[in-house]
C-alpha cells in the first residue's frame, strides 16, 4: 500500500481529523448564505498548520452539498486587481464546465459555461485612460458575477471561491478593499457567493487587525495545533487500516514531540509507516529520530532558518538554549544587546512565525523540535 502519509500534501477526507469547531461554523455560514445571508471567512495560521487541508475540507463538504467551488491559485505574476478579476473569472469558467459535466443535473448550464465571457474589457487602454479602464474592469466583474448567479441560484445552492496562499493579495494594493466591496454589493443583492481566503498569519496584516471593517467582513479563523486525541487519531487510522499496530507510549510519544503540529505529525507517520512493520514501539521511534528531523530539517526547518539574518539566528539560538519561554530583557542580556536594539529582529521572528509570543512578554520557539534542529545546525552556538 503507499504510504497514507502525506507531509505537506493533501489528506484524504476519511484520514482528515479535527477542525470541529471550524466545520460547524462553516456549515452555518453555509446555510445562512443559502437563506440569503452570506458570510465570508478568513482561514488563518502558522505554516504547516492545516490551512490548505481544511479549505480542501470545506471544498469537499460543500461538494457534497452541490455547491460549486471554485478554487483560486495565485500565481506570483498575478500583480494587479484587474488580472484578478480575470483570473477568478477563467477558475469559475473552469470550475463551471467541471460541474456541469461531471453532474448531470447541471448539464443545462454546460452552453452557459462554455459561453461564459471572461474577458472583461481590458482592452488596450491609453495611458491616460488607464484608470478609468480600470473601474470599468471592476464594475464589469461584479456585473459579471450578477450575471451568474441570476443563471443558477434555485439550482445550484451556493456558489464558493476559495483563494488559498491569499496572503500574496497585501501585494496587490487595495486588492482585500475591492473584493470585500464586491462581494459586499452582491451580499446585499443575496447573490449566495462565499469567499473564503486562507493565508499565513504572520504575513496577513490586513485581516488580522482585529474590528478592521476587513476582519468583521472575512471573519477570522485561526488554526491551531490538534488535540492530542486528534493527533492520535491522525497516526493510528491509517495504520489501523492496514492491519499494523502502535503500541501507546509510541503515541503518546508522537503527541509530545509533534505538539499536534499537523505536518509534524504527517512527517513522523510517514518515516514511521515506511518502516513496514507489524509491531511499532517507542524504541523504533527512537532510532528514526534523526531521519525524521533529517526531513523536517529539508522540508521545513532549514527554509525557515534560511530566512533569518545572523543577528535573529543568535537570537533563536538562545532560545532554543532554554527550556523555557524567555523574556525579552533575558534574551537581550543574553545577546549581548539592549532590549530596544532587539525589538525589530524580534519582530520579524514573530512575523515569519519562528517564534510566537507565550503570556505576558515572553517568547518561545514556534516548535520545539525547531529548537533541537537549531541547537544541531547553528555553528557559531560554540562561540555563545
Ligand atoms: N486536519 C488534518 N487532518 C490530518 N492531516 C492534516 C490535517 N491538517 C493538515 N494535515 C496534514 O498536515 C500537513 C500540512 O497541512 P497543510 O499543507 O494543509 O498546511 P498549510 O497550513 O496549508 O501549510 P502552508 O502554510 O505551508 O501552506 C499536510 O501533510 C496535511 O496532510
Ligand atoms: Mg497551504
Keep these: 500500500m503507499a504510504n497514507p502519509f502525506r507531509p505537506g500534501g493533501i489528506v484524504e477526507p476519511e484520514y482528515f481529523v479535527g477542525r470541529k469547531e471550524e466545520i460547524i461554523r462553516f456549515q452555518q455560514y453555509l446555510r445562512n448564505t443559502q437563506e440569503g445571508n452570506p458570510h465570508h471567512l478568513a482561514i488563518l495560521g502558522e505554516r504547516g498548520i492545516g490551512k490548505t487541508s481544511l479549505l480542501r475540507y470545506l471544498g469537499h463538504i460543500s461538494k457534497s452539498q452541490k455547491c460549486l467551488i471554485v478554487r483560486v491559485e495565485f500565481d506570483p ?33 454546460k452552453d452557459f459555461f462554455q459561453k461564459y465571457n471572461i474577458s472583461v474589457s481590458l482592452g488596450v487602454a491609453k495611458f491616460e485612460q488607464r484608470e478609468e479602464k480600470a473601474i470599468e474592469t471592476k464594475i464589469e466583474f461584479r456585473h459579471r458575477l450578477q450575471e451568474l448567479w441570476d443563471k443558477i441560484k434555485g439550482k445550484i445552492p451556493a ?17 482585500l478593499q475591492y473584493l470585500r466591496n464586491v462581494f459586499l454589493r452582491l451580499s446585499e443583492n443575496n447573490c449566495g457567493y462565499i469567499l473564503v481566503l486562507s493565508g499565513k498569519i504572520g504575513l496577513f496584516k490586513q485581516i488580522k487587525e482585529l474590528h478592521s471593517p476587513l476582519a468583521r467582513f472575512f471573519t477570522p479563523v ?12 491522525a497516526i493510528e487510522k491509517p495504520f489501523l487500516t492496514v492491519k499494523r499496530n502502535i503500541n501507546t507510549k509510541l503515541i503518546n510519544k508522537i503527541i509530545d514531540d509533534s505538539q499536534g503540529h499537523p505536518y509534524i505529525v504527517q512527517t513522523i507517520g510517514y518515516v514511521l509507516f515506511e518502516q513496514n512493520k507489524r ?49 525579552m530583557k533575558t534574551i537581550s542580556k ?4 539592549a ?17 510566537k509570543k507565550v503570556g505576558r512578554g515572553k517568547y518561545e520557539l514556534f516548535h520545539k523540535l525547531f529548537g533541537e534542529f537549531i541547537i544541531d545546525n547553528l555553528l557559531f552556538q560554540k562561540m555563545l
Design 334 to 337: 543574553m545577546v549581548g544587546k
Design 159 to 175: 456558489i464558493i471561491i476559495m483563494m488559498d496562499e491569499a496572503e500574496q493579495l497585501e501585494q496587490i494594493n487595495g486588492s
Design 77 to 109: 505574476a498575478t500583480n494587479s486587481i484587474e488580472e484578478l478579476v480575470l483570473l477568478i473569472l477563467a477558475e469559475i469558467k473552469r470550475a463551471g464546465i467541471v460541474y456541469s459535466l461531471i453532474d448531470k443535473s447541471a448539464e443545462r448550464f
Design 222 to 233: 485561526t488554526l491551531g495545533p490538534l488535540k492530542p486525541e486528534e493527533v492520535k487519531e
Design 279 to 327: 509491531e511499532l514501539s517507542l524504541l523504533d521511534y527512537e532510532v528514526l529520530k534523526p531521519m525524521i528531523m533529517k526531513q523536517l530539517g529539508d522540508q521545513l526547518f532549514r527554509d525557515m532558518l534560511d530566512k533569518t539574518s545572523p543577528e535573529e539566528q543568535k537570537i533563536l539560538n538562545v532560545i532554543a538554549k532554554s527550556k523555557k519561554p524567555l523574556e
Design 339 to 355: 532590549s530596544n536594539q532587539i525589538g525589530t529582529q524580534i519582530k520579524r521572528l514573530l512575523q515569519q512565525n519562528c517564534i
